[in-house]
């Protein structure tokens, strides 16, 4: 049983991460106390786990300790909880108190509940599909993520695992797994196969920081139609830009992306390359496109926008393919043969042309309207 002192235990003080992103662009904003999230909490409770029961809600606890858990305020989290064996249960919901002492209390009855247990039908997909009801019930404006702590992975029962977990993602509801070993130290790599991208761990490796690392990038989202950043070629693979391509023919000075946003930023070959290869194409047979790099007179310098508004400065890449006129003040590309793509200049009130917009995602800094995002 757990004691209010053993919890009190397992509260140390772990270090916030900072993931600053690199040459391509910033990393989302990942600091667990500042994370805005609906986690539904998916727990196997089978004979399988018996043994594990305390040290895997401890290492819950731990990873739950980094978080901001609270039913109000708008940098919090909340947890519900579901358990499963081959039926699912929902032991703590969104509206219960929304404490760690409350979480852990649900979870000890629902232990107690299930230790009758012995059937041999583990039902991962009734926990999915309970966890999935969970947040369409929670009429709430934080990003819903599931978390499955799971150690046996049964596909033979009537519901397929990998069908609820689709329909999770299909509601743009992220998936975790934390795949544990079973109590004859079996690790199943079937749990972690129904993870959404990036978001698969094993309960052995990793620690509470890797957790919340995991876990925050759940609020790093784009408003729908937006397309995030990725390069793959760059450790940091994920990016807090997003883009969105507009066919209309418009003036550079009279594009308007909207608040905090701007034209896009094109100043490495991985992100040049990730926009022709992923944004381009939704523009119908672009030759031109205008791109956010301006400067404000013939001897000033020429800076790339940034939705922080820091100070990002065209160094060599792009290369302009000719001298900028003294009356350019805006860059634009052009495709003058195959994929490839030239850097040029203009007066922004000559010549009309489609546009790339970037902004930056939510993340656990930035919290953004649910419905629009
Ligand atoms: C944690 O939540 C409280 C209550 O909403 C809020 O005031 C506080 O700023 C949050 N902490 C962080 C680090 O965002
Ligand atoms: C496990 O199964 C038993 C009986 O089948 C059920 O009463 C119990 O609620 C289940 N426990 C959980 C956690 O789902
Ligand atoms: C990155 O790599 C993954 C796996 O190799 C691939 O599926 C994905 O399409 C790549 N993404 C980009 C933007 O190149
Ligand atoms: C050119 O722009 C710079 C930076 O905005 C400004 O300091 C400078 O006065 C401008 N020069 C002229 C000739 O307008």
């Known amino acids: 049983m757990w004691s209010k002192k053993l919890l009190g235990a397992f509260l140390i003080v772990i270090s916030a991460i900072h993931v600053n992103g690199d040459i391509h662009g910033k990393a989302c904003a990942r600091n667990a106390k500042s994370a805005w999230l609906d986690l539904v909490i998916v727990l196997e409770l089978t004979p399988a786990t018996a043994g594990q029961n305390n040290v895997l809600m401890g290492g819950l606890l731990l990873d739950l300790y980094l978080f901001n858990i609270s039913s109000t305020g708008d940098h919090t989290t909340r947890v519900a909880l579901v358990t499963y064996n081959s039926t699912a249960t929902v032991a703590h919901v969104f509206t219960d108190p929304q404490n760690l002492e409350a979480i852990l209390s649900s979870y000890q009855a629902a232990v107690d509940a299930s230790q009758d247990f012995t059937g041999e039908t583990v039902n991962i997909a009734a926990g999915l599909e309970k966890a ?38 299909k509601a743009r509801i992220s998936l975790a797994t934390v795949t544990f070993e079973t109590a004859n130290g079996v690790n199943n790599p079937d749990i972690a196969k129904l993870a959404s991208d990036g978001l698969a761990l094993d309960s052995k490796t990793a620690n509470p920081t890797d957790f919340a690392n995991v876990i925050t ?31 209309t023919h418009t003036l550079p000075a009279f594009v308007d992306c909207g608040t905090g946003a701007g034209l896009v930023t094109v100043n490495t070959p991985e992100r040049l390359e990730f926009i022709t290869d992923t944004i381009i194409p939704k523009l119908k047979n672009p030759k031109f496109f205008s791109i956010g790099l301006t400067r404000t007179n013939a001897s000033a310098s020429w800076q790339w926008f940034t939705s922080d508004n820091s100070n990002l400065q065209w160094t060599t890449f792009p290369l302009f393919s000719s001298s900028p006129l003294p009356t350019d003040v805006v860059g634009y590309m052009h495709n003058d043969y195959g994929f490839h793509w030239e850097l040029k200049s203009d007066d922004s009130y000559t010549n009309s042309r489609p546009y790339i917009c970037q902004k930056a995602a939510c993340d656990t800094n930035n919290i953004c309207d649910r419905g629009t995002h």
């Open 217 to 247: 990038s759940l609020n790093c989202v784009c408003s729908p139609g937006w397309t995030r950043l990725i390069i793959n070629s760059s450790s940091e693979h994920f990016y807090s830009d997003c883009f969105l391509a507009f066919d």
């Open 132 to 169: 999935y009801d969970v947040i369409q019930q929670s009429g709430s404006n934080r990003i819903p993520g599931v978390v499955l702590f799971a150690a046996t992975y049964d596909s033979n029962g009537m519901n397929n695992p990998v069908e609820a977990a689709s329909k999770l993602k």
